[in-house]
């Protein structure tokens, strides 16, 4: 199992991405003005946006729910990555491995292989709590990799639709109330707070299964969660977590071990960012013109930075490959993040900085200039 678990690391936590930056903008790329206000001024208008574009269409329930969810503020933050959260490991234990099911033979301790944290494996559950707060988990029960038949927004109303899920009939919204907790309950446990950000539904075997999306955030502002599924890291560090369910209240997979990370120090507040207008028009602009796509995803989030002990920027060529460890300093970029695809690993998105403009186009196994 514990091979099985590696695998699964290097095809879904450890494997890191690239970023594609300036092939996004095309030759007749145009110059726009970019306008400032404050946050208040910004959440105010938010559903008075214009969602239209030659390129791009944003649902009005795609502002709904991002008019629902941004933060109180807007800020900027150095963050952190956590660290002695294996120590954790009795406390969630039970989230994951019932007592009935556990066996203590099976418990190996501290594991220093990477994702470094205390390993149980009894060839039926894995179960892996990193000090970098990552938690990587594994049943015989596996549905990675199924092929996709919906995805469905549950930030926004939604049509709760039943599925068959270990010979039952489950609702979503049941599957949602309960992963909803199961979050609550690692967050109460030091995990970082956690949210929902949209389900895919699998077709396993002759039946169903549902794929969680997680999002994190730090003080309500959400962290990267773009996960580019094949490359190197290069850059920009993913901090989403991916939640697997085959049978009704019960999960299956949980795939998270790149952690989580904590204000390093206190916040900045900014006084003015970029309207979600002005950052749709330079998406708009940014884009090739020869694809429209509907933007369902829309978050004001942070961008990270590696940055070394020596607070320098990290350099892949130069320092290596990066590991997410305990006490890895980020700087961090204020940005929205519209998602033009959320397509597992065809996701593609467009990252607008909230105080300069700057974008910085995300498009997962595709070349940019070729969409």
């Not at 990587?136 to 038949?149: N, Q, W």
Request: net charge negative; proline share 2%.
């Amino acid at each position: 199992m514990k091979e099985i678990f590696k695998i699964f690391v290097l095809l879904v936590m450890i494997c890191t991405f690239t970023a594609c930056a300036a092939g996004g903008k095309t030759s007749d790329t145009k110059d726009i003005s970019i306008k400032l206000e404050s946050f208040s001024d910004v959440k105010k208008d938010i559903l008075s946006t214009d969602t239209e574009y030659e390129n791009i269409s944003v649902p009005t329930e795609t502002l709904q729910a991002l008019a629902n969810d941004l933060p109180e503020k807007a800020e900027l933050a150095d963050l952190k990555q956590v660290n002695d959260r294996e120590q954790c490991f009795g406390k969630i234990r039970p989230l994951f491995i019932s007592d009935k099911d556990y066996k203590k033979e099976y418990y190996q301790g501290f594991d220093s292989s990477f994702p470094a944290g205390n390993v149980y494996d009894d060839t039926t559950y894995y179960l892996n709590v990193a000090s970098n707060g990552g938690i990587g988990f594994l049943s015989k029960e596996s549905a990675y990799d199924c092929e996709t038949i919906k995805t469905v927004f549950v930030d926004r109303p939604y049509e709760d639709e039943e599925y068959v899920l270990g010979g039952q009939t489950y609702k979503l919204s049941q599957g949602v109330e309960y992963v909803d907790g199961f979050l609550q309950a690692l967050t109460d446990s030091g995990f970082g707070n956690m949210k929902i950000a949209y389900v895919d539904v699998l077709k396993y075997d002759q039946e169903n299964a549902l794929l969680f999306h997680i999002q994190r955030t730090v003080d309500g502002i959400a962290l990267n969660d773009f996960f580019y599924s094949d490359g190197d890291f290069d850059e920009y560090p993913y901090f989403g977590a991916k939640l697997y369910m085959t049978a009704p209240n019960t999960v299956g997979e949980f795939l998270g071990n790149h952690g989580f990370c904590e204000l390093d120090g206190s916040a900045e507040s900014v006084d003015k960012c970029v309207t979600l207008e002005s950052a749709l028009d330079i998406c708009e602009n940014t884009l090739a013109a020869n694809h429209k796509y509907t933007v369902n995803k829309i978050d004001l989030g942070y961008m990270q930075n590696v940055v070394k002990a020596n607070g320098e920027p990290w350099n892949k060529d130069s320092d290596g490959q990066f590991y997410f460890q305990g006490d890895t300093k980020y700087k961090t970029e204020l940005g929205w993040f519209i998602w033009l695809d959320t397509t597992t690993d065809n996701e593609r998105m467009v990252f607008v900085n909230a105080l300069n403009g700057e974008a910085l186009v995300l498009f997962n196994n595709a070349d940019v200039s070729e969409n």
